[in-house]
């Protein structure tokens, strides 16, 4: 089973921009979607963006096209989300998954495990 370290969070002032990472062990990504999602406290879990295996298919929330990219290098196992133009509703902490592509819901984990994430905190 393929494992995720995210990182990259921090404190951050509106406007501001984080790249955050995640890094694959496990497996290679090379035949792997993989989505970002963040959880804000009290709130559930969303999805926030997802990427096919090769990188040429992505998707975005709402609340955040325009503003957040989602990119992919398979050389380095690698997933990123430069997040651009940040909100104080951005603040959460993200995590990263495998996933399967969902229609409207964009992407969904495939395994119900999840990493420790990356605090973001949009704040002045």
């Known amino acids: 089973q393929v494992h995720f370290v995210e990182s990259g969070g921090g404190l951050v002032q509106p406007g501001g921009s984080l790249r955050l990472s995640c890094a694959a062990s496990?497996?290679?990504?090379?035949?792997?979607?993989i989505g970002w999602f963040r959880q804000a406290p009290g709130k559930e879990r969303e999805v926030v963006s997802c990427i096919g295996h090769i990188g040429s298919i992505t998707n975005y929330a709402e609340s955040v096209k325009g503003r957040f990219t989602i990119s992919k290098d398979n050389a380095k196992n690698t997933v990123y989300l430069q997040m651009n133009s940040l909100k104080p509703e951005d603040t959460a902490v993200y995590y990263c998954a495998a996933v399967v592509f969902a229609g409207q819901r964009l992407c969904v984990p495939v395994y119900d495990s999840w990493g420790q994430g990356t605090q973001v905190t949009v704040s002045p």
């Open positions: 496990g497996e290679f990504l090379d035949y792997r979607n």
